[in-house]
């Protein structure tokens, strides 16, 4: 059983700052990348970003770019998300998740492995 568990979140004004943590748990697995989704209420799951392992390669929704850094976290499994200039329009809770195949960043459906979930509110 493989567990991705997140950290980090809370409640920030705009214009603030939060870094998201996710790591893996449980069972040995290689991932070829990791990414994090979120879902704000009311609204679909969407993609925000995704890192590849094997060529560093990384992918970021169009309203986050250049706010948001995605990152490998020094643990095999485990990547970091840094958020800046955060915007109401950014809450949500936010999924951190892992993916084994070269699949395609943008799908969630490609994704193997799913943590549960961190919230993260951005008042005006």
């Known amino acids: 059983q493989v567990q991705l568990v997140e950290s980090g979140g809370g409640l920030v004004q705009a214009g603030g700052s939060l870094s998201l943590s996710c790591a893996a748990s449980?069972?040995?697995?290689?991932?070829?990348?990791m990414g994090w989704f979120r879902q704000a209420p009311g609204k679909e799951r969407e993609f925000v970003t995704a890192?590849?392992?094997?060529?560093?390669?990384?992918y970021y929704l169009g309203s986050v770019q250049g706010r948001f850094t995605i990152s490998r976290a020094n643990a095999k499994n485990a990547v970091n998300l840094q958020m800046n200039s955060l915007k109401p329009e950014d809450t949500a809770v936010y999924y951190c998740?892992?993916?084994?195949?070269?699949?395609?960043?943008?799908?969630?459906?490609?994704?193997?492995?799913w943590g549960q979930g961190t919230q993260v509110t951005v008042s005006s």
């Open positions: 998740a892992a993916r084994s195949g070269r699949g395609n960043p943008w799908i969630a459906n490609e994704y193997d492995y």
């Open positions: 449980g069972r040995t697995f290689s991932s070829y990348a």
């Open positions: 890192i590849n392992w094997s060529d560093g390669n990384t």
